[in-house]
């Protein structure tokens, strides 16, 4: 990413904005004034077309502006541990996503169409991530 990795902490440190920049989520309802300190949370509406659930995200580790480490839950569909790491990077931000189904949907992730559609969902969720830190840090010089 061409932005700090302090501008994409920011743009992780409002829960607001994870109903935009993570494919899926749709609605972020509720969140902890603390977000992302380990165990706050947020509570979102997740799903495609008419299949959707409410649940919430918590916050497992965090360490601004390099780490964050969270528990994403869509009950009855399943939970995931999502991991981001910034690593500045030729003037900007190289940002790795890991996401690894936990629970029953475990197994999913030995499934190679899953693996593709997790791949290519988020990809395009660090793109708008992206969008999001560049605003923010647009926002900063101004």
Known sequence: M?????SVWDALADPGS???WVVGSKVISDADADWPAPGSRFHHTVGV????TS???EALEAARPRRLAM???ARPLGSARVELTMTPKAGGTLVEMAENPAGFTSALVLNPIVQL?????????LARLEELALRIESSARS
């Not at 061409?2 to 302090?6: F, R, Y």
């Not at 077309?49 to 959707?52: A, D, E, I, S, W």
């Not at 559609?117 to 969720?125: H, V």
């Open 55 to 57: 649940d919430h995200t």
């Open 117 to 125: 559609l997790t791949r290519g969902r988020n990809a395009e969720s």
């Open 18 to 20: 994870y109903g935009y």
């Open 71 to 73: 528990r994403a839950k």
């Open 2 to 6: 061409t932005v700090t990795p302090e």
């Open 49 to 52: 077309g008419p299949l959707k």
